[in-house]
């Protein structure tokens, strides 16, 4: 039977491929130390599970495509606070941020159309792009200077009459890069002078470790008509399972084509988006010991890394990932060998290997994703486990 080139063109998703091999792995009696999925282990707000058991309606209804209106006028709110004024027709909410990407790249991708996205990038947006018939031009980058991308000059000699929309993720997924205020203006410029789509993955906004403050590309006005923001409660709220997103811009032609997309899909599930509307009013506190939290894992993270030769780590500044350079050759078969043939004290580790969230062929292949998700105690362990794996895997 046929199956689409689009289709063969996506890969696995790096944090999941392995999962049958974590399968054998404890059932053969190994704990797994998981640092392949930013699913984070900090408490989900109990407004969101308050707010679904006070739900009382007699009928579990559709909800209208665009979204709830408490939904809806949470998220404005929320934005209001940035400084930004939004109309209810400016928001769409989605079933988590993929959601609202796929909306996206069907709407302004045709055939052979590119998007420029810095690399190493989430590689789900490989998935939605190429699903949409797009190409990706990949912005490079170096793990030396820290994965860096915001170079005017690298990406308007990238620009062509086939180019869309730039793809910019800040806080960075999965390197931890933040933007300054004069590299968000800069890519605004960029956007502005080519007539192109900006779109900025803004979902770990909260978690920033310098005392940058919260800040958005909906801020620019000036570019009301090329920004796009993806938006989401999963890593905000610690409510990843909710799967409930926003599309978010003030580009009405662009909204009216993702809202066939809404209509198509009926409607993203009730209950959640009751449950996500009572999150934004939770207090800010919460926000604050959480990106404590999320600072201690993230110190305790490079400090170990930076124990085992070879490695190259760059301290990240935003979200709860980074990305490390290991004395390896190839970090899928690295982490096969950690499943099947490796253990320490009947324990091992998994991580994300670091080629799929490259473009670039042959890009990525010695360098890994970590997730800090797990308590202090437990990331030492896990980074100790890979120092140990490294060695084993060297020797054979």
């Not at 190429?130 to 005017?152: F, H, K, L, S």
């Not at 308590?375 to 060297?394: K, M, V």
């Amino acid at each position: 039977m046929h199956i689409s080139k689009k289709a063969q063109q996506c890969g696995l998703s790096p944090m999941r491929k392995f999962h049958p091999l974590a399968v054998e792995a404890v059932k053969n009696g190994k704990k797994i130390y998981h640092l392949n999925i930013g699913q984070p282990d900090i408490p989900t707000p109990r407004a969101f599970f308050d707010a679904v058991r006070a739900f009382a309606s007699p009928v579990l209804a559709y909800a209208a495509s665009p979204g709830v209106p408490a939904l809806l006028d949470a998220v404005r709110g929320y934005y209001a606070r940035l400084g930004v004024q939004l109309d209810e027709d400016d928001v769409l909410i989605t079933t988590g941020g993929s959601e609202a990407l796929m909306m996206l790249m069907l709407s302004i991708l045709d055939e052979g159309d590119e998007v420029i996205v810095p690399e190493p990038f989430y590689p789900n947006y490989a998935t939605f792009i190429y699903a949409a018939g797009g190409v990706i031009r990949p912005v490079p980058t170096r793990p030396e200077e820290g994965y860096r991308y915001a170079d005017r000059a690298k990406f308007e000699a990238l620009i062509n009459d086939r180019t869309r929309a730039l793809l910019i993720t800040t806080p960075g997924n999965p390197t931890g890069v933040i933007l300054t205020p004069e590299e968000m203006a800069m890519l605004k410029d960029v956007a502005k002078a080519h007539n192109l789509y900006l779109i900025s993955d803004e979902v770990y906004r909260e978690f920033t470790y310098g005392g940058e403050g919260l800040r958005t590309m909906a801020s620019f006005d000036d570019a009301a008509e090329n920004v796009v923001i993806v938006d989401s409660v999963s890593k905000r709220f610690s409510a990843c399972g909710a799967r409930v997103g926003a599309l978010i811009t003030r580009n009405r032609a662009l909204s009216q084509q993702c809202m066939k997309f809404c209509q198509g899909r009926l409607s993203v599930a009730t209950i959640d988006q009751v449950g996500a509307a009572a999150l934004y009013g939770i207090d800010s506190s919460y926000f604050e010991e959480t990106r404590q939290e999320y600072k201690r894992r993230r110190d305790t993270v490079v400090r170990k890394l930076r124990e085992i030769p070879g490695v190259i780590c760059e301290e990240p500044h935003g979200a709860f990932y980074l990305m490390a350079a290991l004395p390896i050759d190839d970090a899928d078969r690295f982490q096969e060998f950690l499943l099947r043939d490796f253990s320490d004290h009947g324990e091992t580790v998994m991580f994300a290997p670091g080629a799929s969230f490259y473009a670039t062929p042959g890009k990525g292949r010695n360098e890994i994703r970590i997730a800090y998700i797990l308590n202090c105690r437990d990331l030492e362990r896990s980074i100790e486990l890979l120092g140990l794996g490294i060695e084993a895997y060297n020797r054979r």
